[in-house]
């Protein structure tokens, strides 16, 4: 949720409740003029939050970009991994003139291997050539499980999985791309914001001018509006001044 | 093929549902009355009280008289106009 959308939400909500109270709407209804100060700028608290933003943006490609090249190198899901492998041989495709046949692509009609947190047990074991060590070890373990050492055991499963769950589970750096690409969406949303207020808002009405704020505050309080717990039960009529 | 006897102990199969509902119902409960008191006497008695005290020592002509001199009104005017 950007900054504007921000500020309006706080605008609506502050209206909402005086028209739960019983008073009819004196705030305006142009949300976004809440942003922009009587010359059509924006006040002076919405130029530290876009300039905020801003700085975000310049900083947040610097994770982004560190972290981009990383990102390409680690084997993603089912689902990317034929997209990495298409990515990965694009540079060999567009340098062979007249190839227009894909090479190692992943035959989907074969049992697949995978890592996967929710599908523990894949279609195909990782090792699927088996040497004459590993061979022997298999035909060992066809007897009685007791027979085998801790070395071996840990070898069958390495022979039939790739990765244990904790190294399933290693802590990745993406969340630095995910937070460096929010904060540059943010950033650019800031600079389209600024540029509205420039070119887009047109002037505010009367009706924000501190002078009539002022008037309208002082009708509500002689019409008496919400007396019991709102508006006026805040006043004191006798001193004339907020309780 | 021989294989030496390996067992674990049979999960629960029955049954699950009823130890659920036995163990959250009663919290549920509880904490759904104790919102409802929490409302009644956080937000409702007070504003009861509110009311009560306002209205005990309304002048409704002394109201409308002020009203009518701060101008607020179209069928009366301020006195003196």
Redesign the interface.
């Known amino acids: 949720m950007d900054l504007t959308c921000f500020l309006q939400a706080k605008k609506l909500l502050k209206c909402l409740w005086y028209r739960v109270e019983g008073e009819f709407c004196y705030c305006s209804n142009n949300f976004h003029y809440a942003t922009v100060g009587d010359s059509g700028l924006p006040q002076p608290a919405m130029w530290k939050l876009i300039l905020l933003g801003h700085i975000f943006s310049y900083i947040s490609p610097l994770l982004v970009f560190q972290m981009l090249h990383l990102k390409l190198g680690r084997v993603g899901c089912l689902l990317t991994r034929r997209a990495m492998v298409a990515l990965t041989d694009s540079g060999a495709r567009l340098s062979t003139h007249g190839h227009h046949e894909v090479s190692d692509q992943l035959d989907m009609s074969q049992p697949m291997y995978w890592d996967r947190l929710d599908t523990p047990l894949p279609d195909r074991p990782w090792k699927d050539v088996l040497d004459a060590t590993d061979k022997s070890l298999k035909q060992k373990e ?5 027979a085998l050492s801790k070395e071996e055991k840990i070898a069958l499963y390495r022979l039939k999985f790739n990765h244990t769950y904790p190294e399933m589970k290693r802590p990745s750096q993406e969340w630095k791309t995910v937070i460096g690409g929010m904060f540059i969406f943010f950033g650019i949303t800031g600079l389209v914001v600024i540029w509205q207020s420039f070119y887009v808002y047109p002037p505010q009405p009367p009706t924000f001018g501190e002078d009539w704020q002022a008037k309208q505050v002082q ?1 509500m309080l ?3 509006i919400n ?3 709102g508006f006026s039960a805040k006043w004191d ?1 006798e001193k004339k001044q907020w309780k | 093929m021989s294989y030496s006897k390996m067992s674990l102990a049979k999960p629960v199969m029955r049954g699950l549902l009823g130890k659920r509902l036995r163990f959250h119902l009663p919290i549920a409960f509880a904490l759904s009355l104790m919102a409802a008191a929490a409302f009644k006497f956080g937000v409702t008695e007070p504003r009861k009280r509110a009311y009560a005290d306002f209205y005990k020592n309304y002048d409704a002509t002394k109201e409308f008289n002020n009203m009518r001199e701060a101008g607020i009104f179209e069928s009366v005017r301020p006195t003196g106009k």
């Open positions: 066809k007897g009685p499980w007791s009708r002689d019409m008496r007396p019991i717990e009529y």
